[in-house]
């Protein structure tokens, strides 16, 4: 167990130093959001419309683009190897390193969705369905991506490859979370349904993607 | 000391004189029940009363897109069976399928933008269906990435092989999702299989252009493999005697 | 003299064969390496070398045979790659050492004379630090079989020196190690196993 939580802590901890990537992927979010708006134009009322979407979109681009960073780093320094040849389970592992990513990234997003939504013209009663659709959503981001990451932690630029790969098992994520932070900001019913689908979602891919990530890393040790 | 590789744990000396007797057969099947289930399709079966002549671009469309599932449940299935036993055959019969499949993917796509022109005044629309096959085509495009990309292909083999199984318990998620996300945004959709009254005679040119297609896709694969196989013996003849496997001396 | 026997840890391999790149590059490879030994392979770059050590270490599933270690969780593996984090500092890669192996960090730091670089991050250090770093490591597991790839590669005399002091005091507590190696190195009664094309 004391293992689990160092592999979080020190990633959470490597994704906060110099290069580590979290505040990039969050700057990259508003960037994303800003451009949006750009591209939109000043018309606040269309803004609000579209806001749940174009957050819930930044922030599956904002995860997608630190995913690289997620195994890649640690099988070219050699710390795979102690990682796999330590703390018990591989597939433990890639849990805990799912979860460090998600800190790092879709914690961070969250939290700092409330000021970009303002850029948006989200308040009030529309933001709380918003946080919590992330708030469910964003692991099971965390969590698909890091399958990815582990299937292609052997290659040297593989940042288009995991995009290519990981945009279709986004879709449900995707689907479900914008849908749940569209329908409670609308009062629409549908909003709880959302809200479980996403849930479910995320709990599969909690279950499912480390042992996916612990068989795909097997390959990628030699 | 022979030249030992892990492809020669398989017997492709048989699997070659199978795919030499099969390949043909396939091939003239394919060719035989497209032409009878075309001729069916355009001339001997009624049109629908609400579409009326478009409804035959469903003889191309609809086998199309049940072939891009089937493809992708025999990689997925070929790819169980290479990773459990470490058969290459299987290895390289998933491979070889992921390009077929997403050219049925792709044609089922094409055809149902075709037919929807017609019927809803748009080459796409956002239609459950359809958006399901489009994302099982980026499905079919990461898988064939991730072989290209990973130089060593006994390791890319596994790799794919995580990738297709995956793909594959995901893809009901995916279609659940999208009929979802189409029923509360837009209504029902026109463009079903069959459409909401098919009449008894069509089923005669969709069955004969299923057939026609299942066999095109064992003759392609079948003469993919051949290829594939032929390529890794030259390039194992290439390496001969260069790269015999050491053994450990006591000094 | 050092404390009696501490471990009693045997790894065995049978029929090994191993694989790189889907070819087969070392077989029937039979080894035992028991409490206090050791064993150095030789041979010519390519031979292989370092896939038969991931194998042995249970990180590269072979083609055919198997590894057996007597006991659980008893090898520990240094590649040639060191294995730490380049913006840790050495503090706080042996702390998220210690805390994997469940071990602590102990005198692995003065072992390799780490003290005066303790606080520095890792990729400022020169080559021989680093190397010196990830052969902490080996100490620090407490684990009984050492497996290391080149671990002199890239060190000084003084701290080559120190590396066959800590062997030797390894195997004297039972401890074994298997290596791999281009540079002379100083271990009495080393088996020495030549991987021959």
Same mark, same amino acid.
Request: proline residues 5%; aromatic residues 10%; hydrophobic residues 55%.
């Given at each position: ?144 991506? &890091? ?76 | ?251 | ?124 250090? &020169? ?71």
């Amino acid at each position: 167990m004391s293992g689990f939580l160092a592999v979080i802590a020190r990633d959470v901890r490597l994704a906060f130093r110099a290069g580590g990537g979290a505040l990039q992927a969050a700057a990259f979010f508003a960037l994303t959001i800003v451009l949006f708006a750009l591209a939109v134009g000043p018309d606040l009322t269309l803004m609000s419309e579209i806001a749940a979407p174009v957050l819930w979109t930044a922030a599956l681009l904002a995860t997608l683009i630190s995913l690289e960073q997620i195994y890649r780093p640690d099988r070219e320094d050699g710390s795979l190897d102690v990682l796999a040849e330590t703390n018990g389970l591989l597939a433990l592992t890639a849990l805990a390193k799912a979860i460090a990513h998600w800190i790092s990234t879709g914690l961070l997003l969250t939290a700092a969705t409330p000021v970009l939504a303002l850029l948006l013209n989200i308040e009030g009663d529309a933001l709380w369905p918003l946080l919590l659709s992330l708030l469910i959503g964003a692991p099971g981001l965390s969590l698909i991506g &890091s399958f990815a990451a582990a299937l292609t932690a052997a290659l040297p630029r593989a940042g288009l490859l995991i995009a290519i790969i990981v945009s279709p098992l986004y879709a449900p994520i995707l689907i479900f979370g914008a849908g749940a932070a569209s329908a409670g900001a609308a009062g629409d019913p549908q909003y709880s349904a959302n809200l479980a689908l996403l849930g479910a979602s995320s709990l599969f891919a909690a279950i499912f993607s480390p042992l996916a990530s612990a068989a795909a890393l097997r390959f990628n040790l030699d | 000391m022979a030249t030992t590789t892990l492809y020669e744990f398989a017997n492709p000396v048989r699997f070659e004189r199978i795919a030499a007797r099969v390949f043909p057969v396939a091939l003239a099947a394919a060719g035989l029940l497209g032409a009878v289930g075309l001729y069916f399709a355009l001339f001997n079966s009624p049109a629908d009363y609400q579409q009326g002549d478009t409804v035959r671009i469903m003889y191309v469309h609809v086998p199309a897109a049940w072939m891009a599932m089937f493809c992708y449940s025999a990689m997925a299935v070929s790819s169980t069976a290479g990773f459990i036993w470490k058969h290459p055959l299987a290895d390289v019969a998933a491979k070889e399928t992921a390009p077929i499949g997403a050219a049925f993917t792709f044609l089922a796509l094409f055809t149902g933008s075709l037919w929807g022109k017609p019927m809803w005044g748009a080459w796409w629309a956002w239609d459950a269906r359809l958006t399901s096959v489009l994302i099982l085509f980026f499905l079919y495009l990461g898988y064939m990435a991730l072989w290209r990309a990973v130089p060593d292909k006994t390791r890319a083999a596994k790799l794919a092989a995580i990738l297709a199984i995956v793909g594959f318990v995901n893809i009901p998620i995916i279609k659940f999702s999208v009929d979802w996300w189409n029923s509360l945004h837009q209504p029902a959709s026109v463009l079903r299989a069959g459409g909401p009254s098919i009449h008894p005679d069509m089923l005669t040119p969709l069955f004969l252009m299923i057939g026609a297609y299942v066999f095109a896709y064992v003759a392609l694969l079948l003469a993919s493999m051949r290829n594939e196989l032929t390529a890794r013996r030259l390039a194992r003849m290439e390496n001969a005697g260069v790269h015999a496997p050491a053994s450990v001396v006591e000094r | 003299m050092p404390d009696a026997a501490r471990y009693n840890v045997t790894l065995s391999a049978r029929d090994l064969a191993v694989a790189r790149g889907g070819r087969v590059i070392v077989d029937g490879v039979n080894l035992s390496v028991g409490p206090g030994e050791a064993v150095i392979f030789r041979g010519p770059n390519g031979a292989g070398k370092t896939t038969l050590l991931r194998a042995l270490a249970g990180l590269l599933k072979p083609v055919a045979g198997e590894v057996t270690v007597s006991d659980e969780d008893q090898t520990v593996f240094c590649g040639v790659l060191n294995g730490g984090k380049p913006t840790l500092t050495v503090n706080e890669n042996l702390r998220f050492w210690a805390a994997l192996y469940s071990a602590r960090v102990g005198e692995a730091r003065a072992a390799f004379g780490l003290e005066p670089v303790e606080r520095r991050p890792m990729r400022e250090l &020169s080559t021989g630090y680093q190397r010196r770093l990830g052969l902490a490591r080996l100490v620090l597991s407490g684990r009984a079989i050492w497996i290391v790839d080149e671990p002199t590669a890239g060190l000084d005399t003084a701290s080559t020196t120190a590396f066959e002091r800590l062997l030797a005091e390894h195997r004297a507590r039972g401890g074994a190690a298997i290596l791999a190696t281009h540079e002379p190195l100083e271990a009495p009664n080393a088996r020495t196993l030549e991987l021959r094309p």
